[in-house]
């Protein structure tokens, strides 16, 4: 039996993670953590009685396998290290992490020879569009990705479109092609990721969709993924549990895996 603490259990993906964890045979709820709450009885949250309801990092002393991070930007760098210290995996979904704070855990976790894995995101269709992206980043020279996420969302761009550019330059291995004579000043041309123009949009009305579009000479490809439901993360969040049981190393992004 795998024994899960859910980071940020009562936001709408923590809520998704605890009930994924509930219904799998395989999985163990013994703990869930969010330094905002109020009350510490698992019954104002409709949990078990036995299951352990924390809001302060440091008093968390319970045996567990897994940390399931949905928190939030400002506190996701703090709760892996946590984890990472107390030699529990992480598997942190929560995105915000710079380059150096995800350089950093992946060493820490790798010293300890514990496995994890830090993915911008969960959803299968997003992690085989970045897979088609970097695989026909090696046939254009110019790329731009378009995000949509909910009005809700707290950080720009999306770590799954941050992550999607890194992918393409990658593959390049060169900053894309810039005019020198272009005039934007109300920014409108996106943000630049070593040429990669990332264009975030927030809205109501939609979850988590992007598309990368790529051009050349007489031709352009899109490709594009939608997600329409939350709980469409759980199948890949699911998957990367059991897979990072079996290693002993943190991994950054479930492509890694798939």
């Not at 309801?53 to 996701?76: C, G, N, Q, R, T």
């Not at 911008?120 to 110019?142: C, E, H, P, R, W």
């Not at 051009?215 to 352009?220: K, T, V």
């Not at 939350?230 to 079996?246: C, D, P, T, Y």
Request: aromatic share 6%; net charge negative.
């Amino acid at each position: 039996m795998i024994k899960v603490i859910v980071s940020g259990f009562n936001g709408s993906m923590g809520q998704k993670a605890v009930a994924m964890v509930n219904q799998n045979k395989d999985f163990q709820l013994v703990g869930v953590f969010n330094p905002i709450i109020d009350s510490v009885d698992p019954l104002d949250y409709g949990l078990e009685p036995d299951i352990k309801v924390y809001k302060d990092l440091s008093k968390i002393d319970i045996d567990a396998d897994i940390w399931i991070d949905f928190s939030i930007p400002s506190a996701v760098f703090d709760n892996t290290k946590f984890a990472i210290s107390k030699g529990i995996r992480p598997v942190i979904g929560t995105s915000g992490l710079s380059e150096e704070q995800t350089t950093e855990l992946k060493l820490l976790a790798d010293a300890k020879s514990l496995g994890g894995i830090i993915a911008s995101n969960f959803g299968i269709s997003a992690v085989l569009m970045m897979k088609f992206a970097q695989t026909a980043a090696k046939y254009f020279d110019q790329a731009e990705i378009v995000e949509t996420h909910h009005e809700d969302k707290l950080d720009a761009p999306s770590g799954t479109a941050l992550n999607t550019a890194r992918l393409i330059h990658e593959v390049q291995q060169k900053d894309e092609p810039i005019n020198p004579n272009e005039s934007d000043p109300l920014g409108t041309r996106g943000g630049d990721y070593h040429g990669i123009k990332i264009h975030a949009i927030r809205l109501p009305g939609f979850i988590a969709d992007e598309e990368v579009i790529f051009g050349s000479d007489g031709e352009s490809l899109t490709v594009k993924q939608s997600t329409t439901d939350r709980a469409s993360f759980m199948k890949g969040v699911q998957l990367a549990i059991k897979e990072v049981m079996k290693r002993d190393k943190l991994v950054i992004g479930l492509e890694k895996i798939i």
